[in-house]
């Protein structure tokens, strides 16, 4: 059984804040996130792993969610953060792709179409490449793998329409 405020309710609400950022249930994940960042936050000292993963998946939250200078803030401390830890870290390509992912949800307005096109292009083309790192680490099946995919179809969608 699990302490009302135990460390394991931390992870496991963290855990559930990841399964439903994976199936785009953005406000629920940010709910969980939170109530597991606070839990965490009673057992470990900043800048524990489990409070840089909490911070990694609100960056990720955000970039899914259009929040584009919130992702760029936290994804970029996290991705800079696993990738000193591994060049291939899983979670540093998922970093790679939220920055990209909430570029591609706040497109430059001020670029004229041909490079705002390009920059769209390049910016799917990168999401891609990371997913497939991702792919490698975790495995193709991985909900991280298959939410990111989901998330990159949808931006690229809305991209295209914008066109």
Request: charged residues 20%; glycine residues 12%; neutral net charge.
């Amino acid at each position: 059984m699990q302490d009302a405020g135990g460390a394991e309710l931390g992870l496991s609400l963290y855990q559930l804040s990841t399964f439903y950022y994976s199936n785009n249930m953005l406000q629920d994940a940010g709910g969980a996130l939170s109530r597991a960042t606070a839990t965490l936050r009673g057992h470990y000292p900043e800048g524990h792993d489990l409070l840089v993963l909490c911070k990694h998946r609100l960056g990720m939250i955000a970039a899914a969610g259009r929040d584009a200078r919130s992702a760029a803030q936290l994804l970029g401390d996290t991705k800079s953060h696993y990738a000193a830890a591994d060049a291939g870290h899983p979670l540093a390509a998922e970093a790679a792709f939220g920055l990209r992912l909430a570029e591609l949800g706040a497109p430059d307005g001020r670029l004229p179409e041909g490079e705002r096109a390009a920059a769209t292009a390049a910016a799917i083309a990168d999401m891609k490449s990371n997913l497939e790192v991702m792919a490698k680490a975790l495995g193709p099946d991985h909900m991280l793998v298959t939410g990111g995919a989901r998330h990159l179809a949808q931006r690229a969608a809305l991209a295209a329409g914008r066109r």
